[in-house]
């Protein structure tokens, strides 16, 4: 009845065993702990990715913000604006009028200009 080592195969383990079988597991222990280590390393990664993504998309909210305000100023603007069309259209149709009657005016004039040219340079009868 020989010890338990040997009795049921028939052969005789090697006296290094213990040695390998502890390389085997801190070489396993190592083998883990460096897939740990680069998981964490591209969690790291991928939360400074997501922190500089919502860095981003906080300036992109911070500029439409922006962009929001300058679109209610403009639209302010217009509504200020236009109260005044109406009166745009008024002086525009009454200076369509005034330019009529300064055409008018003009040709009125030249009709006198040439009545006095002609009376100015007509033979003049003597007195009797």
Known sequence: ??????????????PELPELIEAMFGN??????GELKAACNEYRLLER???MAG????KMGDFAAGVQVYVEGLRANEAQFAQFDGQIAEIDQQVGELEEVMSRLDTFTKRMEDRFKALV???R???L
């Open 1 to 14: 009845a020989e010890g338990a080592e040997g009795s049921e195969s028939g052969a005789e383990l090697p």
């Open 28 to 33: 396993l222990t190592a083998a883990v702990s």
């Open 49 to 51: 990715m997501n922190s």
């Open 55 to 58: 860095e981003e998309y906080k």
């Open 121 to 123: 340079q007509a033979p």
């Open 125 to 127: 009868a003597e007195p």
